[in-house]
């Protein structure tokens, strides 16, 4: 009987390793996909704006080739702001790279070069309204590790996010550098009304150039966003089995 009792024993603990084993892969899995798909919307997102932003670069160009250089004074301060919100998708990718990188290693602690990124992807899960699966990351985050991490979110990142006004001098800089980058010859003034025009502008939000919001000219990236958003799709279904 002993020995009976041995043997149902073993294999009791058996059977619960071998359950807890596979409970622990399939909750990787589930992770795994999750910061892929975020990784993935990511991709198509920096895409579709560094489209946008080449149009609205080069725009500002033509405005500045043409000698309207009040217009395009107006427009560098709303690229000023636009790259800075793709600097921040930058950000958040390389986070995500981080994390998917670690994952294996974050169960019940947080390794300490994740926990910058744990933070500001938390962070970032209510203002990248564009990248649902955000959310989806900070809940697994608070179910992993509650708000022990909340304060640890990056200065820079939270500067992008919500960035100061940018200055004459910066908005000069950057009409400097996208007049060299389209061989656009500027003479560096902008006038002495320009920054009571701009805070008109500014305050009207009516900007003299636009950026599309959308792309249609190029049918491959449309078709790349497509499957994109099948994959994301069948992820996100995956993540719910």
């Known amino acids: 009987m002993k020995l009976l009792a041995f043997i149902a024993n073993v294999i009791r603990k058996l059977f ?3 359950s807890e084993a596979l409970l622990k892969r399939k909750i990787y899995k589930k992770r795994t996909l999750l910061i892929k798909g975020t990784l993935m919307r990511i991709a ?3 895409r579709r704006r560094s489209v946008m932003r080449k149009h ?3 725009d500002i160009a033509e405005l500045m ?3 309207h250089n009040s217009d395009a004074f107006a427009g560098v301060g709303r690229l000023y702001v636009y790259e800075n919100m793709l600097l921040s998708y930058e950000f958040v990718e390389r986070y995500c790279t981080l994390i998917l990188n670690q994952l294996k290693a974050m169960n019940d602690e947080c390794p300490g070069e994740c926990k910058e990124a744990v933070s500001s992807l938390t962070y970032a899960a209510a203002r990248f309204g564009d990248v649902p699966e955000l959310a989806e990351v900070r809940s697994l985050f608070f179910d992993m590790f509650g708000n022990s991490l909340e304060s640890l979110v990056n200065k820079e990142f939270i500067d992008l996010l919500d960035p100061d006004s940018p200055t004459k001098e910066m908005k000069v800089q950057l009409m400097q550098e996208i007049a060299q980058e389209h061989g656009v010859e500027w003479s560096g003034t902008v006038g002495d009304d320009q920054d009571s025009e701009l805070c008109l502008t500014d305050h009207k939000n009516e900007w003299v150039v636009n950026i599309p919001e959308t792309i249609t000219d190029d049918s491959n990236d449309c078709e ?3 499957i994109m958003m099948l ?4 992820i996100k279904e995956m993540n719910l089995v």
């Not at 994959?231 to 069948?234: C, N, V």
Request: hydrophobic letters at 30%.
């Open 16 to 18: 619960t390793n071998m």
């Open 44 to 46: 198509m997102i920096k």
């Open 56 to 58: 609205y670069r080069s």
């Open 65 to 67: 080739r043409i000698g």
């Open 224 to 226: 790349n966003d497509r």
């Open 231 to 234: 994959l994301l799709s069948k």
